[in-house]
């Protein structure tokens, strides 16, 4: 009998390679695919909302991933996409050189995730390298079994995959920093702003480490964890895709105004303020005297858009093309005091992370960091979710040395710090306190072991 190759061994719901390549031929005229491409997501432990604000963050990938099997077709410019969850994802059939940014970010459907990672791939290629590969098109066939909008990043798992099943297609080789940058980009198609966290983790991460990952320029640096704790992931089981709304977008600018405000009143060029690490850098503060600032400047109560345009000395029209976002243009009001006091006091928690890991710090210091991040997430960020607050109060209840939201937010998963030695006693009373209520299984919890980045196969 021939083996079959599994991928997410230690979840229920493993991808099964001779599943993917029998949808594969079913769909695709009974070809074999030619490669396949593994891309995993991530649970970050600290620096949450940071990473587009340029601050260092801090994940690890896990093992469920979204794997691509793929075939070149020549004389042809069609991609062909089909995905094993069929009766969720419908078939696509796409010309290759004529997909639109604008056309990506009309709906956030799997489809175009898929086709922002093609986009973003050829935009790598310089007009020579484009030439040859004309009449080149490919069929692709999806499989995944990250939870989807739930804060592990599978959108960017799907983007990155895409970037590299057609990189690899073309042969053309890239740096894995490089391959992180560009599937940033691309995923920015589809109308998020998001920071690059989630793709450089996807392609960056080693097996066994948590990684340390800074932006501008993009650096990687791993970590071992505690080897007396667990880390658990949970699902509270609300989804919230990041691309439907612009609750998203809105934190983005958020961060963007507080940025721009400060170094108004400070009489910089406010207009190139556009990260709140930029201001900071400019100014060549500390974080805490950025905490300093932030008291200074920014008021608690909401501003409104002509408040802001009053102080920026500019009109709406300018405000909407300096500052926001197409989907954030008709947001009327803004919290700026509290979203960069989270940014700045998260940035400072990452920090102190990154050396209690370093100097064996103790397991209750790290899991306060923990708690903190997520109370600043909820009550400053705003980006919690009353299932989510529960499962943290169960998590806590369940003696989590730590625990807070991972990804995102409004909904999504937790990941909690638990002693290695009281794991399964913890994940059976999340089971009874939690889960019994919903009549979910266990499916929806697992403990994360640091896997490896995005890998590229002949054979699986
Ligand atoms: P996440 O927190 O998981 O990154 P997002 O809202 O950013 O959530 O993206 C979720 C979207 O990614 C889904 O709505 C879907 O379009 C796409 N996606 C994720 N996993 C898959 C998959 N296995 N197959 C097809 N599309 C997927
Ligand atoms: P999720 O929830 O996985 O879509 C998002 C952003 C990250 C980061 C986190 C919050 C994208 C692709 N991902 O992740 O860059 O800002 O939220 O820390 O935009
Ligand atoms: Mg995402």
């Given at each position: 009998m021939e083996?079959?190759?599994?991928?997410?061994?230690?979840?229920?719901?493993?991808?099964?390679v001779q599943k993917l390549e029998q949808h594969f031929r079913e769909n695709f005229q009974s070809y074999k695919p030619e490669y396949y491409v593994k891309v995993p997501g991530r649970v970050n432990l600290i620096g949450e909302h940071v990473d587009y604000c340029g601050y260092s963050v801090f994940p690890m990938a896990i093992e469920q991933c979204i794997v691509v099997a793929a075939k070149r077709i020549n004389n042809q410019q069609t991609i062909q996409l089909t995905n094993l969850s069929s009766e969720r994802y419908e078939n696509v059939s796409k010309n290759i050189s004529s997909i639109s940014t604008d056309s990506l970010s009309k709906s956030p459907c799997w489809s175009n995730y898929f086709l922002c990672g093609v986009r973003g791939a050829r935009e790598y290629l310089s007009e020579s390298q484009l030439r040859p590969i004309e009449n080149?098109?490919?069929?692709?066939?999806?499989?995944?079994n990250i939870p989807e909008s739930s804060g592990l990043s599978s959108s960017s798992a799907l983007?990155?995959?895409?970037v590299m099943a057609t990189l690899v297609g073309y042969g053309v080789q890239i740096s894995r920093l490089e391959l992180a940058e560009i599937?940033?980009?691309?995923?920015?198609?589809?109308?998020?702003?998001?920071?690059?966290?989630?793709?450089?983790?996807?392609?960056n991460a080693k097996q066994g480490y948590a990684t340390r990952i800074d932006f501008n320029p993009l650096t990687i640096k791993q970590f071992r964890l505690p080897n007396d704790v667990k880390f658990i992931?949970?699902?509270?089981?609300?989804?919230?895709?990041?691309?439907?709304?612009n609750d998203f977008n809105t934190r983005v600018?958020?961060?963007?105004?507080?940025?721009?405000?400060?170094?108004?009143?400070?009489?910089?060029?406010?207009?190139?303020?556009?990260?709140?690490?930029?201001?900071?850098?400019?100014?060549?503060?500390?974080?805490?005297?950025?905490?300093?600032?932030?008291?200074?400047?920014?008021?608690?109560?909401?501003?409104?858009?002509?408040?802001?345009?009053e102080i920026l000395n500019v009109s709406k029209n300018?405000?909407?093309?300096?500052?926001?976002?197409?989907?954030?243009?008709?947001?009327?009001?803004?919290?700026?005091h509290q979203r960069a006091l989270h940014v700045f006091e998260e940035a400072k928690r990452m920090e102190t992370f990154c050396k209690l890991c370093e100097n064996s710090g103790s397991a209750s210091d790290l899991g306060k960091l923990m708690d903190d991040s997520h109370s600043s997430l909820r009550d400053l960020y705003q980006c919690s979710h009353p299932d989510l607050e529960e499962l943290v109060d169960v998590c806590k209840r369940g003696r989590a040395y730590g625990c807070k939201l991972t990804g995102a937010g409004w909904g999504g998963c937790v990941v909690a710090m638990v002693p290695s030695a009281g794991a399964e006693e913890f994940v059976k009373f999340v089971k009874d306190q939690f889960?019994?209520?919903r009549n979910a299984d266990e499916k929806c919890m697992f403990t994360t072991n640091p896997s490896e980045g995005a890998c590229a196969y002949l054979k699986p």
């Amino acid at each position: 009998m021939e083996v079959d190759y599994i991928w997410g061994t230690t979840t229920n719901n493993a991808i099964s390679v001779q599943k993917l390549e029998q949808h594969f031929r079913e769909n695709f005229q009974s070809y074999k695919p030619e490669y396949y491409v593994k891309v995993p997501g991530r649970v970050n432990l600290i620096g949450e909302h940071v990473d587009y604000c340029g601050y260092s963050v801090f994940p690890m990938a896990i093992e469920q991933c979204i794997v691509v099997a793929a075939k070149r077709i020549n004389n042809q410019q069609t991609i062909q996409l089909t995905n094993l969850s069929s009766e969720r994802y419908e078939n696509v059939s796409k010309n290759i050189s004529s997909i639109s940014t604008d056309s990506l970010s009309k709906s956030p459907c799997w489809s175009n995730y898929f086709l922002c990672g093609v986009r973003g791939a050829r935009e790598y290629l310089s007009e020579s390298q484009l030439r040859p590969i004309e009449n080149v098109g490919f069929l692709f066939a999806v499989a995944g079994n990250i939870p989807e909008s739930s804060g592990l990043s599978s959108s960017s798992a799907l983007v990155t995959a895409a970037v590299m099943a057609t990189l690899v297609g073309y042969g053309v080789q890239i740096s894995r920093l490089e391959l992180a940058e560009i599937s940033a980009k691309c995923e920015r198609y589809i109308g998020t702003a998001g920071g690059g966290m989630d793709q450089a983790i996807a392609v960056n991460a080693k097996q066994g480490y948590a990684t340390r990952i800074d932006f501008n320029p993009l650096t990687i640096k791993q970590f071992r964890l505690p080897n007396d704790v667990k880390f658990i992931v949970a699902q509270s089981l609300a989804v919230k895709n990041k691309a439907a709304s612009n609750d998203f977008n809105t934190r983005v600018v958020e961060c963007r105004l507080a940025s721009q405000i400060i170094a108004k009143r400070l009489n910089l060029e406010w207009k190139h303020m556009t990260v709140l690490a930029t201001l900071q850098k400019n100014l060549g503060n500390t974080l805490d005297q950025m905490i300093e600032l932030v008291h200074q400047h920014l008021h608690v109560d909401k501003y409104s858009k002509k408040e802001i345009c009053e102080i920026l000395n500019v009109s709406k029209n300018e405000l909407d093309e300096v500052s926001l976002t197409p989907n954030t243009i008709d947001v009327t009001e803004f919290f700026l005091h509290q979203r960069a006091l989270h940014v700045f006091e998260e940035a400072k928690r990452m920090e102190t992370f990154c050396k209690l890991c370093e100097n064996s710090g103790s397991a209750s210091d790290l899991g306060k960091l923990m708690d903190d991040s997520h109370s600043s997430l909820r009550d400053l960020y705003q980006c919690s979710h009353p299932d989510l607050e529960e499962l943290v109060d169960v998590c806590k209840r369940g003696r989590a040395y730590g625990c807070k939201l991972t990804g995102a937010g409004w909904g999504g998963c937790v990941v909690a710090m638990v002693p290695s030695a009281g794991a399964e006693e913890f994940v059976k009373f999340v089971k009874d306190q939690f889960y019994s209520k919903r009549n979910a299984d266990e499916k929806c919890m697992f403990t994360t072991n640091p896997s490896e980045g995005a890998c590229a196969y002949l054979k699986p």
